[in-house]
C-alpha cells in the first residue's frame, strides 16, 4: 500500500492550494483518513482528518479555512486550504488506516505519504 500526496506548491499569502493524496495496492479498505504537517524545526501536527463516513475535525488554527474530503471510490483524500498565511508554510504528510489484502477481518495498518511542500510567501 502507498500513499501519494501532490498539490504542494509556492502560493502567496491570502492564496489557495488544494492538496490530494490517493492510496494505492491491494487495498480492502480505508477507515480515517488526515492530513499533518511539520513546519521547519517543528514537531508534526494534525491538521484535519475525515472518517469513513465522513465526519470532519480540524485543528484550530485551520478551522474556517481549511477543508477535508474524501472520494471514496478514487480512495483519495483531499485538502482545500483558503486564506493562506505564511504560518501555514510546512510539509504537509497524508495519513491513513488500510485494511490490505482481500479479508475482512484483516488489520487495519496506518501509512504514511511522502509529504508534499506548502510554502506561503509574497
Known amino acids: 500500500v502507498q500513499l501519494q500526496a501532490s498539490g504542494g506548491g509556492l502560493v502567496q499569502p491570502g492564496g489557495s492550494l488544494e492538496l490530494s493524496c490517493v492510496a494505492s495496492g491491494p487495498i480492502f479498505g480505508i477507515n480515517t483518513m488526515a492530513w499533518h504537517r511539520q513546519a521547519p524545526g517543528k514537531q508534526r501536527d494534525l491538521v484535519a482528518l475525515?472518517?469513513?463516513?465522513?465526519?470532519?475535525q480540524y485543528a484550530d488554527y485551520v478551522k474556517g479555512r481549511f477543508t477535508i474530503s474524501r472520494d471514496n471510490a478514487k480512495k483519495t483524500v483531499y485538502l482545500q486550504m483558503n486564506s493562506l498565511k505564511p504560518e501555514d508554510t510546512a510539509v504537509y504528510y497524508c495519513?491513513?488506516?488500510?485494511?490490505?489484502?482481500?479479508?475482512?477481518?484483516?488489520?487495519?495498518?496506518?501509512?504514511w505519504g511522502q509529504g508534499t511542500l506548502v510554502t506561503v510567501s509574497s
Open positions: 475525515i472518517s469513513s463516513g465522513g465526519n470532519t
Open positions: 495519513n491513513a488506516d488500510v485494511k490490505s489484502g482481500t479479508s475482512y477481518f484483516a488489520p487495519y495498518h496506518n501509512y
